[in-house]
Every structure is written in structure tokens, then in C-alpha cells.
């Protein structure tokens, strides 16, 4: 057989596995049809020509050379077709009750064989051996085994005057074995690939979870950055505009610089946007990389410090340790960390304020420590005893990350303070 005839053959075995499926499908939504079918076809292919043989319609020799006809007992026809139909009416059941038809079967074999009568319609016992191998249960099989086992010793016995005792179980307990074989192996196959389509659809529902978790995740880590960005760029420009709207009557002089400030904090917020929106942005060209900027890191400390300045807080700015060596990851958390303080402070001591930055590494922790004099008219921090804002959240959010934490309360003395401890070395529950 060449190449071309196998792939000729494409269209034929996919036409068979289609109408294959369209047979399970059937004999799920009507399992009686196939049941049915298979009784009828035993009854037809072996109880009608013993029938027909025994009222004669039918001649030859029988059941074969004579001295096997002698080793027999003639059943009249009523006993044949009442033999005949215990043996094959119960296979109706060989799916739904494998063990009740089997055990009727075998009862009724036993029974015909003990009156001395061989009928055709006895392999009617394998065909109930192979379904119970195939649909019922495992621990049912040694007695049953057993059962046939006796029911075909008593045959072996019966046609001893004809064939030697052990030539007849031979033939018999093959034919039993390879009937109990086929049906374990089907049973085996099915459950091969039932396990193999459970285990695709848990893979498929796995891989929609995941991928439904990486979105939130991702939405999460949008909505930080986007908080972060808009809320501190705002509280700058607003502070901003504040002071040029008084500066407009005080100094006229700084309502310029204070516009400049303005428009260098917006076009460094629509930055900042842009490049995180740029990620969510299907581009033009499908192979064509995003255009992306760095992300923050500690050496943008210096100039997120000079913005609020500009801005009217005080900030004073001091680091120990490496601070230099730490990765890319951290360094971001801890700007964001750092951000998201300052325009607190900014937001809620307000202009003249004075806050100390402090960032350190020890060993395997970092901290940052930022600590503000509080407003110049104590008039109490909105919202910071009773309720939490999306800032702190988000702080404590990225300091998880890393299997730390962030507290935030009132300083020693005046003023309010923001710590966050970051692990650098993974903890035990990460190992």
C-alpha cells in the first residue's frame, strides 16, 4: 500500500470516527436499542437453526458425527425454546445488571447441561463473561470465574464420551479466559480515556483560571501604578496652582514659575501614563514592539523629591546601606512606596511642611521611614484614624510582594509617619 492510498484513506477513517460517535452518542440517549440488538442477533445466528432443525425445516447430519449426537439429550421443542430463551433473554440486562444476568445465565446453563441437552445458544455464558468483565464490578469477578469454571468443568464431563475430558476444557476455559480478557481490556481502554478527558477538561478549566487571575492581577498592578501617578502629579498641580493663585496677589513674580512647574509635572504625569497604558494598547503592526520607557527607580528619588519641593514641602533625603545593588523590582516598589507618602504628606500637612526620607538596608531588610511635621495649623489628618484610602492599601499591596508590611499613624510628637519593612532574602513560607 503506497503513501497515496493511506492518505486516501483520510476521508474514510474520519467519516467511521464520526459515525462511530453518532452510534455513542445514540446508545447513551438509548441504551436499550444496542441491547436489544445484540440479544435478537444471538437469538437469530444461534437459537433459530437449532430450532429449525428440531421441526425439521432443516436437515443434515445435526449436531455433528454420531457419537456426539448419542452423548446428548433431545429436548422437544417447547424445552429447547424455553432453554433458548433463558439463556439469551437475560443478556437484555448485560449492561444495566451484569451480575443478575450472568447469574441467570449461568443457572440456566448449568441446569441445561445437567439434563444432558447442547445447545447453541450456551454461548450466550461468554457474551454474559464478557459483560460482567466489562461493566460490572472488579470484585465480582473471582466467584464468577469460579462459576464458569465449574459450569464448563460439567461440560467437559458430559462430552467425555466423545473428546478426552482435558482437550474439552482446554477449548473451554480458552474461550472463557479470552471472553474475560477482552472485556478487562475494553474496561481498561475506557478508563484510559476517561482519565484523559477528565484530565483535559481540569487542564482547560486550570488554564481559563489562570488566565482569568493573571488579568486581575494585571488590572491590579494598572490600577496601583495608575493611582500612584495621577494621584501624586495631581496633588502636586493642585498645590501648585494653589500657591500661584496666591502668588498672583503676594508675588506676581512666582506666578510664572509656578505655571512652569505646573506644566513640567503634567507632561511628566502623561508620560508616566503612556507608558503604562501602552502595554494595554494593541498596536498597529502585530509584530512590532511597545515603545516603553524605564520604570522608576531609587536615582528618580532625587527628582520626585525636587517636584514636591518645588511644590512648597521640605523634604530632606538620606539612604544607608547598598541601596544601589538592590533589583529592579524592589527598587520600583520602594518609589511607588515613597510616591504614595509624599503626596500624603502633601495632601495633608500641605505647603511649609517638612518631611525626612529615610531609606536603609541592614543585612537582608529594608526600611522606609517617612516622617512629616504636620500641617503648621494642627487641624487633624482627615481620614487617617477611621478609614484607609486606596494609597495605603496599595502600599502595603507592593510591600506583600516581598513579605513585608507598611504601617502608617501619628509620629512621635507632631506630624504623622509612614514605615515599611521590605525582606530581601525569601521567607520561609517561600522556600
Given amino acids: 500500500m503506497t ?8 476521508p474514510l477513517v474520519a467519516r467511521l470516527g464520526r459515525a462511530g460517535q453518532r452510534l455513542r452518542h445514540a446508545d447513551r440517549a438509548r441504551p436499550w436499542v444496542l441491547d436489544t440488538a445484540v440479544t435478537v442477533l ?45 439463556l439469551v433473554l437475560p443478556l437484555l440486562w448485560r449492561r444495566r445488571a451484569p451480575a443478575v444476568a450472568f447469574g441467570a445465565v449461568t443457572a440456566v446453563f448449568v441446569l441445561q447441561w445437567a439434563l444432558g441437552a447442547a445447545l447453541r445458544a450456551d454461548v450466550a455464558l461468554f457474551v454474559a463473561l464478557y459483560s460482567l468483565a466489562l461493566h460490572g464490578r472488579v470484585r465480582q469477578l473471582p466467584w464468577a470465574g469460579a462459576a464458569v469454571a465449574g459450569a464448563l468443568g460439567l461440560v467437559a464431563a458430559r462430552v467425555s ?33 476517561a482519565g484523559l478527558r477528565d484530565r483535559a477538561a481540569r487542564l482547560e478549566i486550570e488554564r481559563d483560571q489562570r488566565g482569568r487571575l493573571a488579568v486581575a492581577a494585571e488590572r491590579a498592578r494598572v490600577a496601583r501604578e495608575m493611582h500612584d501617578i495621577v494621584g501624586h502629579n495631581l496633588s502636586v498641580i493642585i498645590t501648585l496652582a494653589d500657591a500661584g493663585a496666591y502668588a498672583t496677589a503676594v508675588a506676581p513674580e512666582r506666578r510664572r514659575e509656578a505655571l512652569h512647574l505646573i506644566g513640567d509635572t503634567g507632561r511628566r504625569a502623561l508620560n508616566e501614563l ?23 527607580s531609587l536615582a528618580d528619588i532625587d527628582a520626585l523629591c525636587e517636584g514636591v519641593r518645588a ?113 530581601l532574602a525569601p521567607q520561609d513560607g517561600d522556600r
Avoid at 3 to 8: A, Y
Avoid at 51 to 60: P, Q, R
Avoid at 373 to 396: K, T
Wanted: include cysteine; charge should be neutral.
Fill in 42 to 86: 444471538v437469538f437469530l445466528l444461534f437459537c433459530l437453526p437449532d430450532l429449525l432443525h428440531a421441526v425439521g425445516a432443516i436437515g443434515g447430519d445435526g449436531d455433528g458425527p454420531r457419537r456426539f449426537r448419542l452423548a446428548f439429550t433431545r429436548l422437544p421443542v417447547a424445552g429447547m425454546l424455553a432453554f433458548q430463551l433463558g
Fill in 311 to 423: 511644590a512648597g514641602l521640605q523634604v530632606v533625603y538620606r539612604t544607608a546601606g547598598d541601596v544601589d545593588a538592590l533589583d529592579d523590582g524592589v527598587q520600583l516598589t520602594v518609589y511607588r512606596i515613597v510616591q504614595e507618602a509624599l503626596t500624603n504628606t502633601l495632601k495633608h500637612a500641605g505647603a511649609g511642611a517638612r518631611a525626612t526620607l529615610a531609606i536603609a538596608v541592614r543585612d537582608a531588610r529594608l526600611t522606609v521611614t517617612v516622617q512629616d511635621s504636620g500641617p503648621p495649623a494642627p487641624v487633624g489628618r482627615p481620614g487617617a484614624v477611621n478609614e484607609e484610602g486606596h494609597g495605603l492599601v496599595g502600599m502595603r499591596e507592593r510591600a506583600a510582594l516581598y513579605g513585608g508590611h507598611v504601617s502608617a499613624g501619628p509620629a512621635d510628637g507632631a506630624g504623622w509617619a509612614v514605615r515599611a519593612t521590605l525582606f
Fill in 274 to 296: 503612556r507608558r503604562v497604558l501602552g502595554v494595554l494598547r494593541e498596536p498597529d503592526d502585530p509584530h512590532a514592539e511597545p515603545e516603553l520607557s524605564p520604570q522608576p
Fill in 161 to 193: 464420551a466423545a473428546v478426552s475430558v482435558w482437550d474439552a476444557l482446554f477449548f473451554l476455559l480458552s474461550t472463557a479466559t479470552a471472553a474475560l480478557a477482552l472485556g478487562l481490556v475494553i474496561r481498561i481502554r475506557r478508563a484510559q480515556l
Fill in 3 to 10: 503513501t497515496d492510498d493511506l492518505g486516501g484513506m483520510g
